[in-house]
Nanobody
Framework: QVQLVESGGGLVQAGGSLRLSCAAS????MGWFRQAPGKEREFVAA????????VYADSVKGRFTISRDNAKNTVYLQMNSLKPEDTAVYYC?????????????????????WGQGTQVTVSS
């Protein structure tokens, strides 16, 4: 059973930064998704098992950075230049397949385990 524990959410002013963490019970393809009130869950970023492949949504490119520390089985999402439209619950997700990477790392259905979510609120 894969376990994911997110942390690092909070309230920040526009232009500020936050770093989210997701501690996993193993090493997997990992993704970050977010869901704002009244909206569907959307892809944010993903990283392969050894960081050989990294994918970002266009809306966060240049502002967010995904990284991982495999010694700690932890994935990070560094979020800079935050905007009010980044306000959402952020979820980390794991694809427990044995492969290094996947073609559809930006697709919700690629992932079979999800964290509980952490709230990020950006005030204007």
């Amino acid at each position: 059973q894969v376990q994911l524990v997110e942390s690092g959410g909070g309230l920040v002013q526009a232009g500020g930064s936050l770093r989210l963490s997701c501690a996993a019970s193993g090493r997997y393809i990992m993704g970050w998704f977010r869901q704002a009130p009244g909206k569907e869950r959307e892809f944010v970023a993903a990283i392969s098992r050894s960081s050989s492949t990294i994918v970002y949504a266009d809306s966060v490119k240049g502002r967010f950075t995904i990284s991982r520390d495999n010694a700690k089985n932890t994935v990070y999402l560094q979020m800079n230049s935050l905007k009010p439209e980044d306000t959402a619950v952020y979820y980390c997700a794991a694809d427990s397949s044995p492969f290094e990477t996947a073609q559809l790392m930006d697709v919700f259905s690629q992932y079979n385990y999800w964290g509980q979510g952490t709230q990020v609120t950006v005030s204007s």
